[in-house]
């Protein structure tokens, strides 16, 4: 059993290392080589615990996604928001505002290019998303109930929408970081939550 949790560790260093190379030097520098050098480990070593690449990219990006949902519900359980307020709630934690929010939405650009060309992967993503997808129609219809938006909303419409919302501002998070600055992503994720009232 011991043996078990310490390939688990290692597996999260090596998913950490990933995340501080990519920050650092990019994601074609974070080879499998750098993240051995990286850990202290010998070349090769990486591949007891990951066979390639795509499958520590795939590892960083589930992190990113159980980090966000993580986030979100420890928030939620704290404050009992509901409805539109923990929309936004979600929102915020989705979007690259600080230098965590902003490393992650480097991740998913980095997995998002990798997953367009290998359809295991692009399953997982459809796979997580569809978990947010699900996630976001139960806020609306929250908030539907609750009388803070127009009862006409086609919940699954809304949110697609918020899914692509989501993706776009980690996307533009990354490629301009100017929309990325506190006040303007407050105000973008205010502006998302009204726009259904």
Excluded: C
């Excluded at 520590?56 to 519900?73: S, Y």
């Amino acid at each position: 059993m011991p043996r078990r949790v310490d390939h688990e560790a290692r597996r999260h260093e090596i998913v950490l290392a990933t995340w501080r190379l990519i920050a650092e030097r990019g994601i074609e520098a974070t080879t499998m080589r750098e993240l051995a050098r990286e850990l202290g480990l010998a070349n090769g070593s990486v591949t007891h615990y990951f066979p390639d690449k795509s499958a520590i990219l795939t590892a960083a990006f589930a992190h990113v996604f159980a980090a966000t949902t993580a986030r979100f519900e420890q928030g939620r359980a704290r404050t009992g928001d509901a409805g539109l307020a923990a929309l936004r709630a979600f929102l915020l934690e989705a979007s690259p505002i600080d230098e965590e929010r902003a490393l992650e939405a480097r991740i998913v650009i980095a997995f998002l290019e990798y997953a367009a060309a290998d359809p295991a992967l692009a399953e997982m993503f459809r796979g997580l998303m569809r978990q947010w997808q699900e996630a976001f129609a139960a806020m609306v219809a929250e908030a539907q109930h609750r009388g803070e938006v127009r009862e006409s909303l086609d919940v699954q419409a809304v949110s697609d929408a918020i899914l692509h919302a989501v993706n776009g501002m980690q996307a533009n998070g990354v490629l301009l970081p100017e929309t990325a600055r506190e006040a303007r992503m407050l105000a973008t994720v205010d502006a998302l939550v009204d726009m259904l009232r």
